[in-house]
């Protein structure tokens, strides 16, 4: 893998749009490996020759062509036929246009099969050029097309499923009302189109989901056109579904907008971030799987997962699934309503110890319980402190009672952090106080507590 890693504003993943002002880079979409981090910061491993090496990017596109299938071998594809195609010798045969033949096609493809009819006129007038369609799809100028090719004699027929058959020698057999016709001649057929062949593949690496025709785009298909569920990744084309064909400009305009607005900034869509407890998560992947948006992925260090807080769209799924409760909101804690004298305390020590207490020794106080005081963060000790004149306390576990190996251990490195903070600033590091015990201390929890809330109330 090479030692620095350059950084584009756009990779595309497929093929590039023409663009000048960003720098990018193209990948073959058969080359890529992992995708992690998110929009403003995504890594790409791919295979580069013999060896693995990596780019980073801030946005993806990916673009590739639809895969098609004719139903007739030999046929060819509207997508694909050009002048050649007419000016062929076999020029006098019938030309056979179908635009829809098991599906409906794409209104690109009526333009296409138009233009092809009114070119084939053009060329000789006297050719027979047939059109089969089920329903004719406007878009710019194909209701002057189709006026058109009617005054120059193209043969409409129109066609429910069922009405029209293609035999394997290319013959075509079309029944509808009193009309019986048997055809042959040079035959082009819009063919059936299908998401790219690696679309599967690129959804694992990017971890988003398919919609039920295999495209990576369901949401907002109009509004949004190319807008995946993952922040920072685009899809077009043979990746996004068959009116990809039909607004191919439009979507390449709009996809380089916004890629060229993130490059400006991109925020977090909440102002509460998800957070997971590294001494809680098991990795079983439940999170990573139901996230809707690609936005975990796993921490290989801590070996726990990690929530991307620009990725993250705050739907709260991996909250409700993690078996283990190990996913949490900044919020939680904020939400409790503050007084002079809180308390936060673990719920396998100082909960357990309150209640074996003869009394309750935090009768007064205003008591916050967490799974493991690790979750606490310095930023919810300033929130604590700035709400209120009081103090906060912090109950954590000793090492021999701590559930979570080391959760008594970064509250503290966390209390501490913050207490230099606070001197720094010139204000009081005795505000917050961080203390260990065991569930089975409850004598040592009343007197300590005594002696904090003396010392508070002085
Ligand atoms: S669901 Fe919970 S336990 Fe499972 S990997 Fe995600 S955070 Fe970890
Ligand atoms: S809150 Fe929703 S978007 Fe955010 S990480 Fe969890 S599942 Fe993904």
Known sequence: MSGSIAHYDVAYIGQALKENELSQVTLPASSLTECRGEIGNFTLSYQAEEEL????????????????????????????????????????????????????????????????????????????????????????????????????????????????????DGEVFYSREDIELNLSGKLVVAPELKPAAEVERLARIFNITRGPEGYLQVDN????PTLSGKRGLYVLGGARGPNALTYQQEEREYTLQEIKRNLIGVEELDE???????????VCYTCYRVCPHGAIQRDEELNSMQIMPLACQSCNLCIS???????????????????????????????????????????????????????????HIYQRLAGSEGDLLI???????????????????????????????DLDPERVNYQRLSPRMAADLSAYLADWKGEVLQ
Not at 100 to 112: F, G, I, K, T, V
Request: overall charge negative; hydrophobic content about 35%; aromatic content about 4%.
């Open 221 to 224: 298909v109009y509004l949004q």
């Open 321 to 379: 699934r993690c078996p283990m409760g190990a996913i949490t909101r900044s919020g939680e804690i904020e939400e409790q309503p503050q007084s002079d004298r809180q308390v936060i305390i673990c719920e396998n020590s100082a909960a357990l110890a309150r209640e074996k207490a003869d009394s309750d020794p935090m009768a007064g106080l205003e008591v916050t319980e967490v799974p493991c005081v690790s979750t606490v963060k310095k930023e």
């Open 53 to 168: 090496d990596q780019i980073q990017t801030s946005n993806v596109v990916i673009n590739l062509p639809h895969q098609e299938e004719l139903p007739v071998e030999g046929c060819l594809s509207l997508t694909g036929v050009g002048d050649e195609f007419l000016a062929e010798a076999d020029g006098d045969k019938p030309l056979i246009i179908i635009q829809d033949y098991q599906e409906l096609s794409a209104a690109a493809l009526s333009q296409r099969g138009l233009k092809l009819a009114l070119q084939a006129k053009s060329e000789d007038p006297a050719r027979e050029v047939y059109y089969f369609y089920q329903a004719m799809r406007f878009m710019d100028d194909n209701d002057e097309l189709y006026e058109e090719a009617r005054r120059q004699e193209v043969i409409f027929l129109k066609h429910d499923l069922g009405e029209l058959e293609i035999s394997q």
């Open 272 to 282: 509460e971030e998800r957070s997971v407890d590294d001494q809680k998560c098991v």
């Open 395 to 425: 109950l954590g576990c000793i090492s021999e009672a701590c559930k979570h190996l080391t959760g008594h251990d970064r509250c503290e490195q966390v209390v501490s952090s913050a207490k230099s903070d606070l001197e720094k600033l």
